[in-house]
């Protein structure tokens, strides 16, 4: 056990027992919570762990930010998504589809990593945010290619056409990836980003070289986004620009990941099950809210059910100032 | 100082080489005065930006809520007050704009102040978290304005004596975009002249420089800091409200899709330098226009392209400033 998790335990009884239950619940979801939109929402949790796990990887243990991580999300959903769709539903163009997503990723990644991680962060945040729009102008300009704004519904290979050996397909990728990234950031290379964020100066007089390790991080947690977007467009058998690249998801994934904990990788677990449970049954816990305060001036409008977000950002702005490692943090205190 | 006076010229020779492309004379004019139009209104949103950027070394990326916020407020008086835009005259409509205008500035300067005072004042020297605090407050006010003015798009009404066009020669030039390029030098002169020509402006050059000399020498640059701030929040406002007229709607998103070309525009322009900012917008302006008649398909992503070719040219931007 010890050594699945790469010798990095949640070092906290109450987390522990969390992880377990998200894991069991995750692992019998389709027996316990049976019906399709349960289902929707475990897939979504499994694939979003992996997505946040690897941006934490860049934010959390790098310390830089990065408004791309959708945009590689949203390479993986389409370079399958366009290779099914395209070349038929066979295995060959799954495979194909997958690998030339994950090739097209790392070149994008060290290009946008040799160019401007030299640089400052905010230098890096704001050439990430500038290269996502415009692939996401893209993807909606190349309509015969990527379907525009409408996407791409496409079959999958008939092993994976039930749902639930799917499920298990997508569950397993993103356990085993998880498990990797959590071997990444404990390997002596984890070691070497966590002193890069600390003290830049210091690691660098040391005698690692600040780019190679930022590069190659930024590498990583872009193969893991792709990972990911090839995982949910597996499980949706549909990419299209509002389940992948949108910049809403982008924002999403900053909530997931310093609500659960930045810089643990057992903050992205915590965070996007939280997250994706809250996105899907909140507002209905809030139409109730919003309902019993009819009366008051304001207040129904603000716990209107569409308003959930605002109290997610409040709870972000709170975390960021208070807990800056997170819920996880918190627990380990 | 020597100015620089290369990446100024880059913006003629940008416009004449469009020439042969675009083929007609007519259609070369009306496309460069969009352009500049379109580049004054970016080079207000982006100069506050910029300048909080050079003095205090942060950076907003919740700029584009000022720039949302101006807009509304606009927004808000022109349809409370639309009724005198019937009239057609030009002092009708003018008493109606500049209420809206001096609203829009108003409403996001009260913005930034609260910005500045609650949300960033905590986390200075800390680039990660300001980022963050920063997205933060992005997510809370954008929701906020869906409370307040509702999800939906506003259609926004122009008033109309800046509304039809005249014809110069065989060029139909729209008035609304003159008035833009005016409004816009007037911004930039006004700035240039407060920066280089009075104390405060030669307090805020010091403070991009080094802070710490200038408080050592007794300047309190903490409410240097905040003046700056609100004044930058206050321009977004200002773009925002003439961006919301010139797009003739208010969307609760607009502000987030114009900070994309708004950040293009300050990198291209080095961080923190206001005349870079200047050019890089004009430069943004221009390149969208030209683009988006000669490859429509190509015209957003044009900026990116030519930030790329700005940065391959000068690394740090057309006019680094020290820091950065």
């Known amino acids: 056990m010890k050594r699945l998790l790469s010798g990095d335990l949640p070092r906290s009884k109450v987390l522990a027992v969390i992880l377990v239950l998200v894991f069991l619940g995750l692992a019998a979801a389709p027996f316990i919570f049976p019906g399709t939109r349960s289902l929707n929402v475990a897939a979504k949790v499994a694939v979003f762990i992996l997505l946040v796990a690897s941006y934490d990887l860049l934010l959390g243990y790098t310390g830089i930010v990065s408004f791309a991580h959708t945009m590689f999300f949203g390479i993986g959903g389409y370079g399958v998504g366009i290779a099914m769709s395209k070349l038929g539903s066979g295995w060959g163009s799954l495979l194909l589809g997958i690998s030339i997503s994950l090739v097209v990723s790392l070149a994008i990644a060290l290009a946008i990593g040799l160019l401007s991680l030299r640089v400052r962060a905010i230098f890096f945040a704001m050439i990430t945010l500038a290269v996502a729009a415009f692939f996401q102008i893209l993807a909606s300009q190349l309509s015969d290619f990527t379907g525009g704004e409408d996407g791409l519904t496409f079959l999958l290979p008939e092993l994976l056409r039930g749902r639930l050996t799917a499920y298990y397909v997508v569950l397993a990728a993103a356990t085993v990836l998880f498990l990797a990234l959590l071997r990444v950031v ?61 910049f809403n998801i982008m924002i999403d994934i900053l909530l997931m990941v310093v609500i659960g904990g930045m810089g643990t990788m057992y903050g992205p677990v915590l965070g996007a099950t939280l997250f994706v449970v809250a996105q899907n049954y909140l507002q209905d816990l809030m139409k109730l809210a919003s309902g019993a305060t009819s009366g008051i001036p304001l207040l129904p409008q603000v716990l209107h059910p569409d308003r959930w977000l605002l109290w997610l950002g409040v709870l972000f702005i709170v975390c960021v100032y208070y807990f800056p490692s997170g819920i996880v943090g918190r627990l380990r205190r | 100082m020597k100015t620089d006076w290369i990446p100024l010229a880059v913006i003629p020779l940008l416009a004449l080489a469009a020439l042969p492309l675009v083929g007609s004379v007519p259609t070369w004019v009306t496309l460069t005065v969009a352009g500049l139009a379109m580049g004054m209104m970016i080079f207000m949103m982006a100069s506050g930006l910029t300048l909080v950027f050079g003095l205090m070394d942060v950076m907003n990326f919740a700029h584009g809520i000022f720039i949302s916020v101006g807009a509304y407020g606009a927004a808000t008086v022109l349809t409370r007050m639309g009724a005198q835009m019937q009239g057609g005259t030009l002092a009708g409509d003018l008493s109606v704009m500049l209420p809206a205008v001096a609203a829009a500035i108003a409403l996001a300067a009260v913005m930034g102040w609260f910005f500045e005072r609650v949300l960033i004042r905590p986390v200075y020297g800390d680039h990660l978290k300001q980022i963050l605090i920063t997205m933060g407050g992005l997510i809370v006010f954008e929701q906020l304005i869906h409370v307040v003015w509702g999800a939906d798009m506003i259609p926004l009404p122009r008033p109309g004596a800046i509304t039809g066009s005249f014809i110069l020669g065989d060029a139909a030039i729209e008035r609304y975009r003159v008035a833009a390029v005016v409004v816009g030098l007037v911004v930039f002169a006004a700035l240039w002249i407060i920066l280089n020509r009075t104390r ?24 240097l800091f905040v003046g700056v701030f609100v004044a930058g929040s206050g321009l977004a406002g200002l773009g925002g409200a003439m961006w919301a007229m010139y797009q003739e709607q208010v969307t609760p998103a607009m502000g987030m899709q114009v900070l994309v070309v708004v950040f293009i525009v300050v990198i291209i322009g080095g961080l923190g330098s206001v005349g870079g900012c200047f050019v890089g917008a004009l430069l943004v302006g221009l390149m969208a226009n030209y683009t988006g008649f000669l490859a429509p398909k190509l015209a957003l992503g044009s900026n990116i392209l ?18 950065a």
């Open chain 2, 306 to 323: 030519l930030m790329v070719l700005v940065l391959l040219w000068r690394p740090r931007g057309l006019y680094p400033v020290g820091k």
């Open chain 1, 186 to 246: 404990n390997s002596p290379f984890g070691r070497v980003l966590l002193s890069i964020r600390e003290n830049e100066f210091r690691s660098e007089a040391i005698g690692y070289r600040l780019v190679t390790y930022r590069t190659v991080a930024n590498c990583l947690a872009a193969l893991g986004a792709t990972a990911a977007g090839v995982l949910y467009a597996l499980w949706l058998r549909y990419t299209g620009p509002d389940t992948t690249l949108s």
């Open chain 2, 200 to 223: 405060i402006g030669l307090l805020v050059r010091a403070g991009v420089e080094n802070p710490e000399m200038v408080e050592s020498l007794g300047y309190r640059i903490r409410r």
